[in-house]
C-alpha cells in the first residue's frame, strides 16, 4: 500500500469512528452530544416559574379587582319617642320600635399599578327603601407597592368620606357602637361629600386635605349640591406612635373651613285675606285682611369654620384584651347642617357651637366586648330666651350617655346598646324647656364578607 493511500484511510476511519455515538466503554473518552434528561421534580418547579411569570405579566395589563361588604340589620326593642302616628308635616310615620336594614353595603375596588377606583352602594330602609351611592372615586398614587420606607402620595377625586377628625371618616362596620355622636351627625351628615382628596403619609405622620362642595349627602338642605361656587377646604394632621410595647397612642388636628348658603325670596305680591272670626260663613268687613307684598330678596353667602382635636389610646394586656379610650372636642361656627340648620342670616348673629365626646372600650377576649361613650353637642352658644321681661340664657344642649354590650365571632357582630338622650326640646307645665324622653334599646346584628 502507498504511503498516500494508507493516509486516505486513516482519515476515513477516524471520520466514522467521530459520526457514530460512542460505546458504554468510551463514555469516558468522548463526551456525550444529547441534552440533559430534566427529573419531575426540576419539571414542576420548571412549570411553576414559568406560571408565576404568567401571572405577573397578566397582573400588569388587567386591573386587579376585590369585592367586599356589610350588612347590619337593627332591632329597636324600646324607643321612648315612638308613637303609632304620623307625622302630617312630612307623612312619615312615628314609631320607631321596629325592624330595619340600617345599612347594606357593597364595594368594588380596583387597582392597576398607579392607578385605583373604588365604587361603594348603600342599599337601606332607614326612610323607606332607598339605594344610593356612597363612595365613587377615581385616583393615582406613589409608589406603586406600599412600602413602610418610602412616602405615600395619593390624589383622589369623586365622591369620598370628608376628613376630618376620627370618627367621621372611620368605617361603619368598625365602629364598635352604633352610631356617630351627635356632633358628628350635626357638623357632616352623611359624612361623604364631593370633591379631591389629597393624602400623604410617612411613618408615624400623615396629613389629608380635601376640596369639596361643601354640603355632604346628609344635608338637610342642599344634599351633595353646590349652590355656590366657592369650595369648603377640609383638613387633617395625625401622628401615631408606640411609645412602648403593647401600648398605641395617636393624635390629631382638624381643620373645615368655607362658606354656607342662605336662600333668597322671590317678590311677593299683595293678597286679599278672609278669616271667618265668628264662623257663620259670610264675609264682613272686619274679617278681611290685606297681607302686603315683598320686594325679591337675593340669596346670600355666610362664613363657617371648625377646629377639632381628637385623640386615641389603645392599650393590649394580651391578645383579645385591648382596652382603648378615645375622645374629640370640635369648636365650631355656623357648621350645622344635619340637626338644626345653622343660618346666621336668618337668626340675625352667628351661631358658635361646641361638641365633644369620650369613649372607653374594653375586649373581653375575642369573643366579646363592652363600652360606654358619652357626648355632648351645642348648637348655640349664645342662644337666650325670654323670661318675664328678663332675656336670659337658654341652655340647648343635646347629649347622649351609651352602654354598649357586644358579641362577636370570626367576621360577625351582635350588639346591644342602651342610649340615654338629654335634649330641650320638650316643655313642662309652666311652658319652659324640658327634656323630651326620647331613649332608647337597639339590638343590631352585623356580618362583614
Given at each position: 500500500?502507498?504511503?498516500?493511500?494508507?493516509?486516505?484511510?486513516?482519515?476515513?476511519?477516524?471520520?466514522?469512528?467521530?459520526?457514530?455515538?460512542?460505546?458504554?466503554?468510551?463514555?469516558?473518552?468522548?463526551?456525550?452530544?444529547?441534552?440533559?434528561?430534566?427529573?419531575?421534580?426540576?419539571?414542576?418547579?420548571?412549570?411553576?416559574?414559568?406560571?408565576?411569570?404568567?401571572?405577573?405579566?397578566?397582573?400588569?395589563?388587567?386591573?386587579?379587582?376585590?369585592?367586599?361588604?356589610?350588612?347590619?340589620?337593627?332591632?329597636?326593642?324600646?324607643?321612648?319617642?315612638?308613637?303609632?302616628?304620623?307625622?302630617?308635616?312630612?307623612?312619615?310615620?312615628?314609631?320607631?320600635?321596629?325592624?330595619?336594614?340600617?345599612?347594606?353595603?357593597?364595594?368594588?375596588?380596583?387597582?392597576?399599578?398607579?392607578?385605583?377606583?373604588?365604587?361603594?352602594?348603600?342599599?337601606?330602609?332607614?326612610?323607606?327603601?332607598?339605594?344610593?351611592?356612597?363612595?365613587?372615586?377615581?385616583?393615582?398614587?406613589?409608589?406603586?407597592?406600599?412600602?413602610?420606607?418610602?412616602?405615600?402620595?395619593?390624589?383622589?377625586?369623586?365622591?369620598?368620606?370628608?376628613?376630618?377628625?376620627?370618627?367621621?371618616?372611620?368605617?361603619?362596620?368598625?365602629?364598635?357602637?352604633?352610631?356617630?355622636?351627635?356632633?358628628?351627625?350635626?357638623?357632616?351628615?352623611?359624612?361623604?361629600?364631593?370633591?379631591?382628596?389629597?393624602?400623604?403619609?410617612?411613618?408615624?405622620?400623615?396629613?389629608?386635605?380635601?376640596?369639596?362642595?361643601?354640603?355632604?349627602?346628609?344635608?338637610?338642605?342642599?344634599?351633595?349640591?353646590?349652590?355656590?361656587?366657592?369650595?369648603?377646604?377640609?383638613?387633617?394632621?395625625?401622628?401615631?406612635?408606640?411609645?412602648?410595647?403593647?401600648?398605641?397612642?395617636?393624635?390629631?388636628?382638624?381643620?373645615?373651613?368655607?362658606?354656607?348658603?342662605?336662600?333668597?325670596?322671590?317678590?311677593?305680591?299683595?293678597?286679599?285675606?278672609?278669616?271667618?272670626?265668628?264662623?257663620?260663613?259670610?264675609?264682613?268687613?272686619?274679617?278681611?285682611?290685606?297681607?302686603?307684598?315683598?320686594?325679591?330678596?337675593?340669596?346670600?353667602?355666610?362664613?363657617?369654620?371648625?377646629?377639632?382635636?381628637?385623640?386615641?389610646?389603645?392599650?393590649?394586656?394580651?391578645?383579645?384584651?385591648?382596652?382603648?379610650?378615645?375622645?374629640?372636642?370640635?369648636?365650631?361656627?355656623?357648621?350645622?347642617?344635619?340637626?338644626?340648620?345653622?343660618?346666621?342670616?336668618?337668626?340675625?348673629?352667628?351661631?358658635?357651637?361646641?361638641?365633644?365626646?369620650?369613649?372607653?372600650?374594653?375586649?373581653?377576649?375575642?369573643?366579646?366586648?363592652?363600652?360606654?361613650?358619652?357626648?355632648?353637642?351645642?348648637?348655640?352658644?349664645d342662644a337666650r330666651e325670654q323670661q318675664a321681661a328678663v332675656m336670659v340664657p337658654r341652655d340647648r344642649s343635646y347629649s347622649t350617655l351609651a352602654f354598649l354590650a357586644m358579641l362577636r365571632y370570626a367576621?360577625?357582630?351582635?350588639?346591644?346598646?342602651?342610649?340615654?338622650?338629654?335634649?330641650?326640646?320638650?316643655?313642662?307645665?309652666?311652658?319652659?324647656?324640658?327634656?323630651?324622653?326620647?331613649?332608647?334599646?337597639?339590638?343590631?346584628?352585623?356580618?362583614?364578607?
Amino acid at each position: 500500500m502507498s504511503p498516500q493511500l494508507g493516509a486516505f484511510a486513516g482519515v476515513l476511519l477516524l471520520g466514522v469512528a467521530w459520526s457514530h455515538p460512542a460505546r458504554a466503554d468510551e463514555a469516558s473518552l468522548w463526551p456525550s452530544r444529547s441534552p440533559p434528561v430534566v427529573g419531575g421534580a426540576e419539571m414542576d418547579a420548571l412549570r411553576s416559574e414559568l406560571g408565576r411569570q404568567a401571572s405577573a405579566i397578566d397582573a400588569l395589563q388587567h386591573p386587579s379587582l376585590h369585592l367586599s361588604g356589610y350588612v347590619q340589620v337593627d332591632w329597636v326593642l324600646y324607643n321612648q319617642a315612638s308613637r303609632n302616628e304620623i307625622d302630617y308635616a312630612t307623612n312619615a310615620p312615628l314609631n320607631q320600635d321596629r325592624f330595619t336594614l340600617r345599612r347594606g353595603h357593597f364595594r368594588v375596588d380596583a387597582e392597576h399599578r398607579f392607578l385605583r377606583a373604588a365604587l361603594e352602594v348603600d342599599v337601606n330602609t332607614t326612610n323607606g327603601a332607598q339605594v344610593r351611592p356612597l363612595n365613587a372615586e377615581i385616583g393615582v398614587h406613589w409608589p406603586e407597592k406600599a412600602d413602610p420606607g418610602r412616602p405615600l402620595f395619593e390624589l383622589a377625586l369623586g365622591i369620598m368620606k370628608i376628613p376630618f377628625g376620627v370618627e367621621v371618616p372611620e368605617s361603619d362596620a368598625l365602629r364598635p357602637f352604633l352610631e356617630r355622636s351627635t356632633m358628628a351627625r350635626a357638623f357632616f351628615p352623611g359624612e361623604y361629600d364631593v370633591g379631591a382628596r389629597f393624602r400623604a403619609k410617612y411613618r408615624f405622620l400623615e396629613m389629608t386635605l380635601s376640596a369639596m362642595n361643601g354640603h355632604p349627602i346628609g344635608d338637610r338642605v342642599f344634599p351633595a349640591l353646590a349652590p355656590d361656587q366657592k369650595k369648603e377646604v377640609i383638613g387633617h394632621l395625625g401622628v401615631q406612635t408606640n411609645p412602648v410595647q403593647n401600648v398605641e397612642f395617636s393624635l390629631g388636628i382638624s381643620a373645615d373651613t368655607g362658606n354656607g348658603f342662605h336662600e333668597g325670596t322671590p317678590t311677593t305680591k299683595d293678597e286679599l285675606v278672609w278669616r271667618d272670626d265668628n264662623g257663620d260663613g259670610i264675609v264682613q268687613s272686619t274679617e278681611i285682611q290685606v297681607v302686603a307684598g315683598s320686594s325679591a330678596r337675593p340669596s346670600q353667602e355666610f362664613h363657617r369654620f371648625a377646629l377639632g382635636a381628637d385623640a386615641r389610646l389603645a392599650v393590649s394586656f394580651a391578645p383579645g384584651f385591648e382596652l382603648s379610650l378615645r375622645g374629640e372636642l370640635v369648636r365650631a361656627s355656623n357648621l350645622d347642617r344635619g340637626l338644626e340648620s345653622a343660618d346666621p342670616v336668618g337668626a340675625g348673629h352667628d351661631l358658635h357651637e361646641l361638641g365633644w365626646y369620650v369613649g372607653l372600650t374594653q375586649e373581653l377576649t375575642s369573643w366579646a366586648l363592652l363600652g360606654v361613650r358619652y357626648d355632648r353637642y351645642d348648637p348655640d352658644q349664645d342662644a337666650r330666651e325670654q323670661q318675664a321681661a328678663v332675656m336670659v340664657p337658654r341652655d340647648r344642649s343635646y347629649s347622649t350617655l351609651a352602654f354598649l354590650a357586644m358579641l362577636r365571632y370570626a367576621d360577625a357582630r351582635l350588639a346591644l346598646e342602651y342610649d340615654h338622650n338629654h335634649n330641650t326640646l320638650g316643655r313642662n307645665s309652666s311652658g319652659a324647656p324640658a327634656r323630651l324622653a326620647n331613649d332608647a334599646l337597639t339590638v343590631r346584628g352585623q356580618l362583614t364578607f
